[in-house]
């Protein structure tokens, strides 16, 4: 192995391209979720209206559709599109290594996407056009095909916490990889989260429809909001469940990390959404813009944030599947798939001779250019987890470094913990030692001028600084 | 180091789960709904504009801009959605070339996420606000709605042909030997090419009011002058919008490097002769000729298209020995039956099932009740669904089941 198939390095000073995928994550979550959760009440709803002969609760259904074809038809596909954007760059081997496992599957999804954004558009503006037993099989359709693009997304999405066997590893096979040992305990938090989700964006669309009769309200407030319980019971339930699925440097990162800055906000996201919804259903006229809006951000926010940034964790050192690091760097044998572990060769011939998108003046180190190679490695090895600049929000080197200056101290970090793989939410990195060195004199260097109020020295900070 | 040896380390390790062809077939054929949709979309927001600020009462202009805001609303759903599937057919056959030029331009990769949100909440406010005597400072949504999408084709232009030149990329990354990783700059635009597609727009745009001229033929509340006047701009736009497409495509054609030969190649030139085909042909029998056919044609013109965009693809990597008849291939049936099961059943009968009651419900005034087949395609469409629900967890707790218990 003479190279290895790195990409050029995209860097986002200071928050990182985690924090990117993480905002678009985010937002993609809560409007997706909603989305498919609200397809289950217009079915619910629907097949109400139609037994009971209520045809008003359409109303509902067309003012509630109406506001999912911007909220969750606009923003939720196009930052569909935007997570893949953002892992594409933070992380394209991983990408890589998913798309390549899971193109058909993600095909397939991509089937129910079209047909779902078609059938959004059908259920909302054939309300009234069409007889009411075509617009309840609709309704019921997309519904269905609304879930199944969850049941697809959620294989690939717990395969990148890991694939639970040794299964896949040894056959290479999509089968062992997409129903993993995560999935099924994935998807029925996925499940729950997605009926409340609905249910309170649901009670949001019924507190802007003061002018629609009383009963109306009250009806589907009652409707949806038992509903809405139930899916938060089975959430809960299956988030416990989840925690039995993980893998062990998941358990360390969320016992050691995770837990003590998360947990309060859960259990206050988890009471607060208990408290509304039975709220809402005792006294569903109540529930006016001014609670449920406020309410809404609450429970999108402090509950979604912490949920997905404690996934993205969790899954530290890897990207995918157990056998890619954050890094990029392939940590294992595949041999189902005849993919090669990477870290040997890289400790045997270093980083700086190996990568392909490396400038020919930096391949070898001298005492010139040491920092600015440095700075460079320190961005392949670190930089998709680590923020470079000391004082950084994402978790930045210098400060876990304590502001140490000591070179020395950093090697010996790099040298044992690092090279030997002993912090179980790090990637193992053995670098020959003058590309430790480098790293140490560019980490070192940046405390020293932190100590002395400076900022980043020209040679080291290198085109970033210079083209900010 | 030599660009073609990188090229080739830079695949997924992994392979591909069947024969490359295969995607690129798929690559090809997606891309045309895609771009289709991305035309129209440009074509009729761009109509609805200009009929915004040109209405007047007692004409068309204004019944004209608020159908085309609708159209272009639904226009930009189905192309973001129908995007999703060349990209990432791309990715499996052409994965260096893709996330290179991606990560070479980071920023604007991100900034495409949310200037399209932004575009498509403008054009929302737009589409809101566009009704009888609306005020013409509403137009400004329009208009930055508008002008976003084409700065977002100017990205994934960009993207593309950023693709196409790997020789170049350690000079974009690494100027003077300094690297930068900020992923700030769209590293090479070619205008012709860029210019050239989004020109189809307004023969697209053309067509598709032939087309939408048809559609409404029997709705008593449109009125024949209207249908007609409609006919008329979607003959006239077409016929000037191929010729100036035909004239931008003769500058590309003559933009590719002379080492590639691509100048000399028929089917760059079969597309030009099609352009010309098609203006000839509208021009004669444009008010005649049923308005669903042209749309057809247009998309045998878009065909052509795709596999010269991919000729051109394959003849720029010619020189780096890339070849995606090469990539290692570890097939795996199962998935590729999941896809194409699918996309036959639920496509087929899902997808059939919401298009033929949107189709035939668009052509009543009032209720529409549905037919015998309709009713029973909607039944079967419930049904598709339960049995590939079904069958995706009973496959799945067999498999989940056997790996669990080999722990």
């Known amino acids: 192995m003479d190279i290895i198939g790195f990409y050029p390095t995209f860097y986002m000073p200071w928050i990182g391209s985690a924090w990117v995928m993480g905002i678009i994550g985010v937002i993609h979550v809560v409007a997706s979720h909603t989305s498919v959760g609200a397809s289950f009440l217009f079915a619910l709803l629907a097949t109400k209206a139609y037994r009971e002969n209520k045809p008003e609760l359409m109303d509902f259904i067309k003012r509630y559709g109406k506001f999912l074809l911007v909220f969750s038809y606009i923003i939720g596909s196009v930052t569909g599109v935007g997570i893949w954007y953002a892992i594409t760059i933070a992380s394209p081997r991983g990408t890589a290594g998913l798309i390549h496992s899971f193109v058909w599957v993600w095909a397939a999804e991509w089937v129910y996407f079209t047909v779902e954004v078609i059938g959004v558009y059908a259920l909302v503006y054939l309300i009234g056009k069409v007889d009411r037993l075509t617009h309840l099989k609709l309704t019921w359709a997309f519904a269905l095909a609304s879930w199944a693009t969850m049941l697809l997304i959620v294989g690939i999405i717990s395969f990148m916490m890991w694939p639970g066997s040794d299964a896949w590893y040894q056959t290479g096979s999509t089968n062992d990889a997409f129903y993993n040992i995560n999935f099924f305990a994935h998807l029925g938090v996925r499940t729950g989260s997605m009926l409340v989700m609905a249910a309170i964006v649901g009670l949001m669309v019924v507190a802007g429809m003061k002018d629609k009769p009383e009963a109306l309200r009250k009806s589907v407030v009652r409707t949806i909001t038992p509903m809405g319980l139930i899916g938060g019971a089975i959430a809960v339930i299956m988030f416990f469940y989840y925690l039995q699925t993980l893998p062990h440097n998941a358990l360390v990162m969320l016992d050691a990390h995770l837990l003590p800055r998360y947990s309060w906000g859960m259990i206050a996201v988890v009471t607060v959404t208990a408290i509304y919804l039975v709220f809402a259903w005792w006294r569903p006229l109540w529930v006016t813009t001014w609670v449920a809006v406020p309410l809404f951000l609450f429970i999108a926010i402090v509950g979604v944030w912490p949920e997905e940034r404690m996934r993205e964790s969790m899954r530290k050192p890897y990207v995918a599947g157990q056998y890619i690091y954050g890094n990029q760097v392939i940590s294992r044998d595949v041999p189902g798939k005849g993919i090669q572990g990477e870290v040997d060769v890289i400790a045997e011939k270093g980083l700086l001779k190996l990568h392909p998108f490396i400038p020919e003046r930096l391949r070898t180190i001298t005492p010139e250019n040491q920092i600015e190679v440095g700075r460079i490695l320190t961005k392949i090895s670190c930089a998709n987890c680590h923020a470079l600049e000391p004082g950084a929000p994402l978790r930045n080197i210098p400060d876990k470094f304590y502001g140490s200056t000591d070179k020395d101290l950093i090697s010996a970090f790099i040298n044992g913990p690092l090279k030997h793989g002993s912090i179980t939410y790090m990637p193992r990195i053995d670098l020959p030692p003058e590309e430790v060195e480098a790293i140490a004199a560019f980490l070192a260097e940046a405390n020293v001028r932190r100590a002395a109020g400076l900022p980043p020295s020209t040679v080291s900070a290198n085109a970033d600084a210079q083209q900010e | 180091m030599d660009v073609g040896t990188v090229l080739h380390v830079m695949r997924d390790p992994a392979g591909i789960p069947s024969h ?357 395609l909607g039944t079967a469409a419930v049904a598709v669904l339960g049995v590939w629900i079904t069958i995706f967890f009973a496959y799945g707790i067999t498999i989940w089941m056997r790996n669990a218990f080999t722990l």
Not at chain 2, 84 to 111: C, E, G, K, N
Not at chain 2, 115 to 121: Q, R, S
Not at chain 2, 267 to 273: M, T
Request: charged content about 15%; proline content about 4%; hydrophobic content about 55%.
């Open chain 2, 20 to 376: 490359p062809v295969v995607f690129q077939v798929l690559m090809i054929v997606t891309w045309i709904f895609h771009i289709a949709f991305v035309l129209m979309t440009l074509g009729t927001a761009a109509l609805a504009i200009a009929a915004f600020y040109k209405r007047a009462p007692g004409t068309y202009w204004e019944q004209l801009s608020m159908a085309m805001t609708k159209s272009a609303k639904v226009g930009v759903s189905l192309l973001i959605v129908l995007g999703v599937a060349p990209l990432l057919f791309t990715q499996v056959i052409y994965d260096p070339q893709w996330y290179t030029a991606s990560v070479l331009s980071a920023r604007w990769l991100i900034a495409f996420i949310f200037t399209l949100i932004i575009g498509y909440c403008s054009w929302f406010v737009f589409y809101y606000s566009n009704h009888e005597g609306a005020k013409k400072r509403l137009g400004i949504f329009a208009l930055i709605g508008l002008g976003l999408f084409l700065l977002d084709g100017l990205i994934m232009h960009v993207l593309a042909y950023q693709s196409l030149l790997p020789d170049q990329w350690m000079n974009w990354y690494a100027p003077e030997g300094v690297l930068d990783t900020r992923g700030a700059k769209l590293h090479a635009i070619q205008w012709p090419r860029y210019l050239f597609i989004i020109s189809l727009s307004l023969p697209a745009l053309g067509l598709y009011l032939l087309a939408y001229a048809d559609y409404f033929r029997n709705r008593p509340d449109r009125a024949p002058e209207y249908l007609r006047f409609v006919r008329r701009l979607g003959q006239q736009l077409a016929v000037w919008g191929l010729v100036i497409s035909f004239v931008l495509l003769l500058i590309w054609q003559f933009a590719h490097p002379t080492s590639t030969k691509l100048a000399e190649h028929p089917v760059g030139w079969l597309i030009g002769a099609s352009l010309l085909a098609l203006a000839w042909w509208i021009r004669r029998r444009g008010m005649l000729v049923h308005g669903y056919l042209p749309v057809l044609a247009g998309l045998g013109v878009l065909s052509i298209l795709a596999i010269w965009r991919e000729l051109i693809r394959i003849r720029y990597m010619l020189p780096f020995g890339y070849d995606i008849t090469d990539y290692t291939v570890h097939a795996d049936w199962p998935s590729m039956f999941l896809f194409f099961s699918t996309f036959i059943g639920v496509g087929g009968l899902v997808g059939g099932f919401f298009l033929i009651t949107i189709y035939k419900a668009g052509q009543v005034e009032g209720l529409y009740t549905a037919d015998r087949k309709v009713a029973r």
